[in-house]
Every structure is written in structure tokens, then in C-alpha cells.
């Protein structure tokens, strides 16, 4: 069995601060890693992906996260947030069969 | 390469009626998958189908149901709609590797429903 588990439901921040948003999982497969991203009234976009390799994978937008086995975990950062980075932010884990979204994590950028 | 279209992208229905929403995938990818999303409940997941097949099922009751054809597009239909039905619903294709894993999922801009 496979579960998300994202440890922020809101996180605000200071525009041009550093952000992270904390993603943990667990799966008794390999597994694949996404972070999604959604704006007001529109539909989820993909902001980047673990599938192998380098454990460190870069985004769109100057997004970044890394993949650490030992701590089952997929944290999403970002070193300088602006205004439009105002959104929900989604992780995602494929295992066996299906892929699983935690609850999302709503990022409030503060002027 | 199209992406993902939804059709319609709005609808109002009353208390009681159907409603089928359609889905067609990015070409190649032959799972569709199915997410009611409130703002209270979050995104929640209703069903897969791949190649045909329901593969997966959320925690959904029978009204929520669902089909897909040969070409691979989908759709989901709700019976005997109720308030709560009022939602985003959003399709999301993907590939499916060999030993049955996604690759990510590729989503459509939604269809707004709202239940009267």
C-alpha cells in the first residue's frame, strides 16, 4: 500500500523568501515521485518529477526538489517565491498500480 | 501534442438529474483517471480506467460510474445528483509502464459542475 502525507495544509511566506513544502510517503514498491502544481480555477500541472537518477530533480519555475530514500521523502523548494507563485501545490506518488495525491499544501505569498 | 480536453467546462443541473461529463485523452495514453475536488474535501480520487477496464476505485457511492472506449476517451456519469455533487472534475491521462506503474498525469482544465 502506498500513502502521501503533506505536513502543511497553508504555508505563508514572505515574497522573495525561501519556501519549502514538506512531502513524506510510503510505498513497499519503487516508486515514482511528482509535484503538482494548481492555480485559481484551473486544472493540475505538473511541476516536476523524481523517476530515477540524481536525486535532485529541478522544475518549471524555478522549483527543486529532492529525493531522500532513508527519510521517504520528496520535499518541494523554491529560494526566492514572487507574488505569482500564489497556488496549490500538490505531491504524488506512483507505486504498483495507482498513483496517490496528498491533500495539497496552499502557499500564501505575503507582500 | 493536444492535451487534455474536458467537455463541457461548466454545467448547472438540479437536484435529481444525470449528468455525463466526457474526457479525451493525449493521444497514446491509455489511462484516464477521475478526481472530484471541493473546497472541503480536497481532491479526491473516483476511478481509473485503463484499456477499457476500471483498474482502480475510489470511496465513491454507485452514482458515481464511469466507462471507457476503444479510442480511449472516458466519461463519468452521476445519477440522481445531489447539493454535494457541486464540484470541480478533473480527467487525467497517463502512460502505464509495462509492470503497470503511471508515469505522471496529465490533467484537463476541469468541468464545473453545480448542482441546484
Known amino acids: ?51 530515477s537518477g540524481s536525486t535532485l530533480v529541478k522544475g518549471i519555475n524555478g522549483f527543486e526538489a529532492e529525493f531522500n530514500k532513508s527519510q521517504t521523502s520528496f520535499h518541494l ?22 498513483i496517490i495525491f496528498g491533500k495539497g499544501t496552499r502557499l500564501h505569498i505575503l507582500p | 501534442k493536444a492535451g487534455v480536453t474536458q467537455t463541457p467546462r461548466y454545467l448547472i443541473k438540479t437536484r435529481g438529474q444525470q449528468v455525463t461529463l466526457s474526457c479525451s485523452p493525449i493521444s497514446g495514453h491509455r489511462s484516464v483517471s ?27 457511492p454507485g452514482r458515481f460510474s464511469g466507462r471507457q472506449f476503444s479510442n480511449s476517451r472516458s466519461e463519468m456519469n452521476v445519477s440522481t445528483l445531489e447539493l454535494g455533487d457541486s464540484a470541480l472534475y478533473l480527467c487525467a491521462s497517463s502512460l502505464v509502464l509495462a509492470g503497470g506503474s503511471s508515469y505522471e498525469q496529465y490533467f484537463g482544465p476541469g468541468t464545473r459542475l453545480t448542482v441546484t
Open chain 1, 1 to 51: 500500500a502506498q500513502s502521501v502525507t503533506q505536513l502543511d495544509s497553508q504555508v505563508p511566506v514572505f515574497e522573495e523568501a525561501p519556501v519549502e513544502l514538506r512531502c513524506n510517503y510510503s510505498s513497499s514498491v519503487s516508486v515514482y515521485l511528482f509535484w503538482y502544481v494548481q492555480y485559481p480555477n484551473q486544472g493540475l500541472q505538473l511541476l516536476l518529477k523524481y523517476l
Open chain 1, 77 to 98: 523548494r523554491k529560494p526566492s517565491v514572487h507574488i505569482s507563485d500564489t497556488a496549490e501545490y500538490f505531491c504524488a506518488v506512483s507505486g504498483a498500480d495507482k
Open chain 2, 34 to 60: 477521475w478526481y472530484q475536488q471541493t473546497p472541503g474535501q480536497g481532491l479526491q480520487f473516483l476511478f481509473e480506467y485503463f484499456s477499457e477496464t476500471q483498474r482502480n476505485k475510489g470511496n465513491f
